[in-house]
């Protein structure tokens, strides 16, 4: 499902893969247009992932998004209240993020939604991420 205002896992914010998707989440709830297929994941799975990887909670990022800001202002805040990272963690958590699914405890939570979606693509769908870009009709980026 196309979701506009809601951008790609990989894109990237102060070098941090999902966050930019998850501010837009945000954003979208705010204003009650994020779609309900996005309601159940909503401050968890990855959500959740991200806003411990940042040391603050979702309540508090929701709060910090509802004041206003760009993503990088809401990304300093979160870094003034939160968690001290380094490149070194950034790239760690880049590379879990964005290999999640693959060759790990949950392949086969990953391969069971690719076959309930009936998801094709000219790129086998190998990650998270990667069901998330064909989901919303995008294409897998070729791999780093």
């Known amino acids: 499902m196309n979701v506009p205002g809601l951008r790609s896992c990989y894109d990237k914010i102060g070098g ?13 709830h705010l ?3 994020l779609p309900s297929d996005y309601h159940e994941n909503f401050g968890n799975g990855f959500d959740d992932r991200c806003v411990k990887f940042l040391g603050i909670s979702h309540s508090e990022i929701i ?15 979160c870094r003034q209240h939160g968690a001290t990272r380094t490149e070194e963690d950034i790239l760690v958590w880049n590379s879990f993020m964005s290999k999640r ?8 939570i990953l391969q069971e939604r ?9 790129s086998p769908i190998v990650t998270f991420f990667d069901h998330i870009e064909v989901d919303e009709g995008r294409s897998i980026p070729e791999r780093i």
């Open 31 to 33: 204003k009650e247009e």
């Open 101 to 108: 699914g693959w060759r790990d405890s949950a392949s086969k």
């Open 63 to 77: 709060q910090r998004v509802n004041e206003g800001g760009t993503d990088d202002e809401i990304l300093q805040w």
């Open 16 to 28: 941090l893969y999902y966050f930019g998707r998850m501010i837009d989440k945000i954003r979208l």
């Open 114 to 122: 690719v076959r309930h979606s009936g998801l094709q693509s000219e």
